[in-house]
């Protein structure tokens, strides 16, 4: 009870911030270089990315593997399940973020899943670097349409906090 009333007053804090900036500074990070695999861990995904400079912003595509070892052993679908790259200055003042948002899947069904993003690079004229967050959410059993969830649900999230 103590742990959701602390997630409450969080989520309560992060809302009424609303105008402040985001920053990925507690986040890995590596710098946007043009056509250079590069990879970030994470505690639940690794991201394998290559960047790719657009007419107008920049793209990235690549392929996030699951860190299953970590996951409960009940665990068998994505429930939810999205993935936000992060484009920030060398401070981890983010300028730019995009949000891509799976389908719900049974884990095991494939050892990566494939994202690409394109979004506005932020005007910055100086040294931008890229950083990865996720939203998951892991069942025991699939959701179904106007039906109340069954079974166990795991919750874990990484991603840009508000100064």
């Given at each position: ?61 690549g392929m996030a593997y699951p860190n299953t070892e970590l996951f409960p052993d009940w665990a068998r679908w994505y429930d939810q399940l999205a ?81």
């Amino acid at each position: 009870m103590k742990r959701a009333g602390l997630l409450i007053l969080l989520l309560i804090t992060f809302v009424l911030q609303g105008c402040a900036q985001l920053s990925v500074s507690h986040l890995d990070k590596r710098p946007w270089i043009a056509e250079a695999p590069q990879t970030i861990h994470m505690r639940f995904w690794r991201f394998e990315f290559m960047n790719m400079p657009l007419k107008e912003g920049v793209g990235l595509q690549g392929m996030a593997y699951p860190n299953t070892e970590l996951f409960p052993d009940w665990a068998r679908w994505y429930d939810q399940l999205a993935f936000t790259v992060y484009l920030s200055e060398s401070s981890g003042t983010v300028v730019s973020s995009a949000q891509l948002d799976v389908l719900p899947r049974e884990l095991g069904k494939e050892p990566a899943i494939p994202f690409e993003f394109r979004l506005p690079s932020g005007g910055a004229d100086t040294p931008l670097y890229v950083s990865f967050g996720y939203r998951m959410v892991l069942a025991e059993t699939p959701w179904k349409p106007g039906a109340r969830q069954e079974g166990r649900i795991y919750f874990a999230h990484e991603g840009a906090l508000s100064r």
